[in-house]
């Protein structure tokens, strides 16, 4: 598109140390280099988008019914679109239908309807079809990345370029995926000089926007993939290639070429628990088998590192309510996550009270005042840390009020299992019954307001979830059918609070990320960026009868980052899937002479591939028959 608009490249910059790593391009025994393409998917979110406006000319107030995962920053947006004050605008936002980032930016129909009904003085709704989210959707990944590793006799990395090239459509809606994945260029290895050169350009196509590990696992791809490649062509084994280069635990925290600071970690273990998971030393077994079955099988292995940082700003309001509820008002919105499970542990926790007991508040602007939303995997994190915060406020308090109501000394006031206990007596009065007490008690101005508190916090340092992951596939030599019949992964995500949402967040991750590596493309005409791919007659989605069993194990190292320890656990699924599941393939048509499948990796694309390949040699088959 450049000889037609030369002025459509928006955003061209570097990363690293491009004079360092010239040299250690010039110093290397090999370079091995090459081009990958990662396509265009969208979110095909379970409800396509909708918005309800109704504006009320007796407040001259305007509400707005949106799904998002962020209404007070779409709050604010809108209103100034509008241009009308904030007070002026509530944005409801509850079950979302589907997200992963598709719907964290403001549509332009939440402000045409918000406009619509001022104009009209009545409410004014838009419903997507299924063929309009197809077009208009934010989209996801379409990253050029050229890339070319530097390595000595031994091994060892020396260097790293990358060129990436992303195409974010018509307009400017999100840098995140370019932004996100430049600073994780080297991965989770000690690559001692690294260049990047990171452009964005606008073309005449549907905007992207951060989806699921926003940016992370197109660059995990390409640099998962060219160690592969420099495994294969330099005669190194793939696994021993990348424990020579890893980021050892004795380095955290660790700056890496590009300048981000990983907090923590244990990179080779992660990798080393995987391929126990997986059973790694039987997979000449597994190959036999299969080909005595008439199958080709291959196992893929990828590391990877993703940073989650978000909205830095979050805030809480906690309120204990005399009737047995502790109210929890919180901005990061859920959209399928458990928070409304795994924030009221927290604070149940903290509290010493029954989970249960614990009302998690989100969604409505005239409620939450401040909150980062649901993106860059900062829920946890940024609202386990504040709530935490709030409650040991709100414990606080409670033990000035307590100590005021038993007329004793503040520091004879003890907090333990949801009761203020004054010490050495057998006087005590728990969380509930205090709210009562003080609602009729003369209380001094700092301590009005009964037992509840606000309490915000700001946090700017990113952390860096890693894991392993491996993946298992069969293929039939005769049809190219392609199936998954294993995959197992390892994910270091600091503190779990919920094992069983974090488990689920894993699997989801991984099917989300398989899904584009084996079915998922959003197919443009090459020459007008006409889209091909308007309904489910010509975009493929995986179903669960399609997935294998995922064995997945958690890894807690905690972030010195934060209180709670937390990294993140909800993209860490996504990340290596893309990349272990091509190593897969790529492993099963090694007899091919087959070095590269392109995604999605569809029954024809392994068809070309092997028709491709330099030398095709044909395996001796057995179909067992």
Known sequence: FRSEHPENVCVETWFGDREATERAFARADHVVDYEFHIDRVTGVPLEPRAALASFDPATGRTTLYAGSGGAVRQKAEIAHVLGIPAKDMRVLSFDVGGNFGTRNRVYVEFGLVAWASRRLGRPVKYTATRSEAFLSDYQGRDLVSKVSLALDTSGKFLGLKADNLSNIGARAVSFSPLGKGAGLIPGSYDIPAVAHRARAVFTHTTPTQAYRSSGRPEVNFALERIIDMAADRLGFDRIELRRRNLVPARAFPYTNGVGAVYDSGAYETNMDWSMRLAGWEERQARRADAKARGKLYGMGLANYVESSIGSPKERTDITVRPEGVIDVVIGTQPSGQGHETSFAQVAADMLGVDVGQVKIIVGDTDIVAVGGGSHSGRSMRHAGTVISMGADDL??????????????????????????????????????????????????????????????????????????????????????????????????????????????????????????AIYELCALEPTTGQPLAGSFMDYGMPRASDMPPIRAEIAEVLSPTNPLGVKAGGEGGTTPALSTLVAAVVDALTPYGVTHVDMPVTPFAVFRAIRSAQKAPQPQRNRGL
Do not use: W
């Not at 409670?398 to 007596?425: C, H, N, Q, S, W």
């Open 395 to 516: 414990v606080t308090k409670g033990r000035r009020i307590a100590a005021l109501y038993f007329k004793v000394p503040l520091e004879r006031m003890a907090f333990d299992a949801g009761r203020f206990i004054v010490a050495d007596t057998n006087h005590a009065i728990d969380l509930f019954e205090l709210a009562r007490v003080a609602s009729q008690m003369e209380l001094p101005d700092d301590l009005k307001g009964g037992l509840a508190i606000s309490r915000e916090n700001e946090m700017h340092d990113p952390v860096f979830p890693n894991g392993t992951a491996i993946c298992e596939v069969e293929i039939d030599p005769d049809t190219c059918e392609m199936q998954v019949v294993g995959y197992s992964t390892v994910d270091d995500v600091g503190r779990c609070i919920n094992p069983m949402i974090v488990h689920g967040q894993t699997h989801g991750g991984v099917v989300q990320g398989l899904g584009q």
